[in-house]
Structures are given as C-alpha cells and as structure tokens.
C-alpha cells in the first residue's frame, strides 16, 4: 500500500515561491508515475503537474508551465514540486498522487497541503 505525505505549504506573497514534498512510501517498483493536484475553494481538483520514477518524463498544466517544476529524488523517496512566480490563482490544497503506469487513473492520494498566495 503506497502512502503520500505532504509538507512545504503556507502563506506566500504573489511573485514568491515555495517547495513542497511528498514522502512517498510502500511503492515496491519504479513503476509508478507521480503526480501533483490542486483543489481551489468552490472549484474542482485539477491537475498541475506529473513524473514518471522510472523515465523521468513530466508534464504540466499550462497554467503553470514555465513556473512550476516537479522532480524526484528517488533516494530519498521523495516528490518535490517546485513553485515560482506564485499568483493569487495558485492558491489551493495541493495534493500528491500516485499510480502504476499500466494505470489510467490516480488510485493512491495524499492529505494535501495549503497553498495561499496573498496579492
């Protein structure tokens, strides 16, 4: 059973920037991609960005492309995702989320972690 821990969020001025972790454990393969959400009062969860362990590719939401990096440090088990130029429209629980790559859907999620970017 694969758990997510997030950790990183807070309160940050627009133009500021943040870096949040997701401890990831009880993957038993590099099988997985991971991925990072986000869920604004009032609106649905959207995704923002994701990792492949095992080749390393990434996508991203055009929303933050150019702005946001999503990485993975395989030692220590740990997805980071790596906020720059924060707007106010960033502001959301941001949540890590995981599945197998034979998979089309995110099946393993973590608590989430608040983001608030203050204009």
């Known amino acids: 059973q694969v758990q997510l821990v997030e950790s990183g969020g807070g309160l940050v001025q627009a133009g500021g920037s943040l870096r949040l972790s997701c401890a990831v454990s009880g993957r038993t393969s590099s099988n997985y991609r991971m991925a990072w959400f986000r869920q604004a009062p009032g609106k649905e969860r959207e995704f923002v960005a994701s990792v492949s362990w095992s080749r390393g590719n990434t996508f991203y939401a055009d929303s933050v492309k150019g702005r946001f990096t999503i990485s993975g440090d395989n030692a220590k088990d740990t997805i980071y995702l790596q906020m720059n130029s924060l707007k106010p429209e960033d502001t959301a629980v941001y949540y890590c989320?995981?599945?197998?790559?034979?998979?089309?859907?995110?099946?393993?999620w973590g608590q989430g972690t608040q983001v608030t970017v203050s204009s």
């Open positions: 989320a995981a599945r197998e790559s034979s998979l089309d859907s995110y099946n393993y």
